[in-house]
């Protein structure tokens, strides 16, 4: 069964609407920084793949005929970083399952894996919350030390 949600008349802005567009944008400023703090823990993590994974790799995959090197690999840093960044959008499994082979099973591949993740994506998730939260903040102490005591938002009933 199908219920509709309630409808706000046309031609009205809510001047709350207006304030979170405005507070989002001012913010995007801060996600420059956050993208040089992405890069940077990419960057590190790409290199700490390579210390770690390219003498594995080079064993399983180079050294033995019948197993094929992967796409993606920790043999030379382009390859690393774009494995990385792979591994921080959710594609991790495969991946795994591909340094693992190469390790013949040894069980530190999971820890930096499970590492990277927790490093990258919570990092730098929270960072991002925390920007936005700060935004909001300095809005409604500006709007406190403003003097205006009645709300920004005014609520539409139909």
Same mark, same amino acid.
């Given at each position: 069964?199908?219920?509709?949600?309630?409808?706000?008349?046309?031609?009205?802005?809510?001047?709350?609407?207006?304030?979170?567009? +405005?507070?989002?944008?001012? /913010?995007?400023?801060?996600?420059?920084?956050? &993208?040089?703090?992405?890069? $940077? $823990?990419?960057?590190?993590? /790409?290199?700490?793949?390579?210390?770690?994974?390219?003498?594995?790799?080079?064993?399983?995959?180079?050294?033995?005929?019948?197993?094929?090197?992967?796409?993606?690999?920790?043999?030379?840093?382009?390859?690393?970083?774009?494995? %990385?960044?792979?591994?921080? @959008? *959710?594609?991790?499994?495969? %991946?795994?399952?591909?340094? %693992?082979?190469?390790?013949?099973?040894?069980?530190?591949? $999971?820890?930096?894996?499970?590492?990277?993740? $927790?490093? *990258?994506?919570?990092?730098?998730?929270?960072?991002?919350?925390?920007?936005?939260?700060?935004?909001?903040?300095?809005?409604?102490?500006? &709007?406190?030390? +403003?003097?205006? +005591?009645?709300?920004? @938002?005014? /609520?539409?009933?139909?």
């Amino acid at each position: 069964m199908y219920i509709p949600a309630p409808s706000v008349p046309s031609g009205e802005v809510l001047e709350h609407d207006e304030g979170l567009i +405005d507070i989002i944008a001012e /913010s995007i400023s801060g996600l420059v920084y956050l &993208s040089v703090i992405l890069g $940077v $823990v990419i960057y590190a993590l /790409s290199v700490i793949g390579m210390n770690l994974f390219k003498p594995p790799y080079e064993d399983h995959y180079l050294n033995n005929p019948d197993a094929e090197m992967p796409r993606w690999n920790y043999i030379d840093f382009p390859h690393s970083f774009i494995l %990385l960044f792979r591994i921080l @959008c *959710g594609e991790w499994i495969e %991946l795994l399952y591909e340094t %693992l082979e190469a390790t013949k099973g040894n069980f530190w591949p $999971v820890i930096f894996y499970l590492g990277a993740l $927790v490093m *990258g994506n919570f990092l730098i998730l929270n960072l991002f919350l925390a920007l936005l939260l700060n935004a909001f903040g300095e809005e409604s102490l500006n &709007s406190k030390s +403003d003097g205006d +005591d009645e709300p920004k @938002c005014r /609520s539409v009933r139909g």
